[in-house]
């Protein structure tokens, strides 16, 4: 896929929070291959150096009304209003490699019936000292819940690494205001018709301090449970 198709078609969502160690090496990467694509830059308020990097780096920056990942997502999409066909999410803390983009869009525009191609870190090759083993296995809970219950068959069913079709995210208004994005996403993409297809990606060591807690993981368990009684009432 030539690299102008790929600009001119996305916008790339980057929610950050203190983020001043990763977000430079995140939007330099996104810039390195993807050329130049529309970078929009969702602060939650930091207090370091986070919003002053992303503007060197060309990047568009809102501030988000209230904290929370879901939240600054939420106020994200309403921003979006550009004729394009993709959106993609990515963290930044720098955790996340670029380079699987170009190989995720291409599934889309080969694929009508695929809605959200995801990166998934839990392959055989995961490194555990990359990824905290605690976090490690309340992924792997969460990922088994989310399947048992509401049939959504995803490894990594929390990844922050996602290409999205524009037409799925278009007037979504997201109930969810953390961590429990995600998986709120998920049902999206399935409720509009569109199913999730998987590539396998490594995972790197962040850049800066984790913001995910134990109570994230309750709030995501409980999106789960949630979305679960909303597709059985449905």
């Known amino acids: 896929m030539k690299r102008l198709l790929i600009a001119d078609s996305l916008v790339v969502i ?3 929070l203190n983020e001043e160690q990763g977000i430079g090496p995140s939007l330099a990467e996104l810039k390195t291959v993807l050329g130049d694509p529309k970078l929009l830059v969702i602060d939650g308020n930091s207090t370091d150096k986070t919003v002053k990097i992303a503007k060197e780096m060309g990047a568009d920056v ?3 009304d209230r904290q929370g990942k ?3 997502i939420s106020q994200a999409i309403g921003h979006i209003n550009s004729n394009i066909k993709y959106v993609v ?7 996340y490699p670029a380079e699987y983009i170009p190989e995720m869009i291409q599934i889309l525009e080969e694929n009508h019936k695929v809605g959200m191609v995801s990166g998934n870190r839990f392959t055989n090759s995961i490194d555990l000292h990359v990824m905290n083993y605690s976090f490690y296995i309340g992924n792997m809970f969460l990922a088994m819940v989310q399947n048992l219950l509401n049939g ?7 990844t922050g690494l996602r290409v999205v079709r524009w037409d799925i995210l278009n007037g979504w208004k ?7 994005i995600e998986a709120e996403l998920n ?4 409720r509009q018709g569109y199913y999730t297809q998987e590539i396998s990606i490594s995972y790197r060591p962040r850049l800066g301090v984790k ?4 109570i994230d993981g309750l709030t995501i368990l409980k999106r789960i449970i949630m979305e679960s009684i909303t597709r059985n009432l449905a």
Do not use: C, M
């Open 14 to 16: 980057v929610a950050a």
């Open 62 to 64: 809102l501030i988000q």
């Open 70 to 72: 879901g939240q600054a």
């Open 89 to 95: 999410f990515i963290d930044a803390d720098y955790t």
């Open 187 to 190: 049902h999206r993409v399935e």
């Open 211 to 214: 913001k995910l807690k134990l």
């Open 152 to 158: 959504l068959h995803l490894n990594d069913p929390l």
């Open 174 to 180: 997201p109930k969810s205001k953390g961590f429990d």
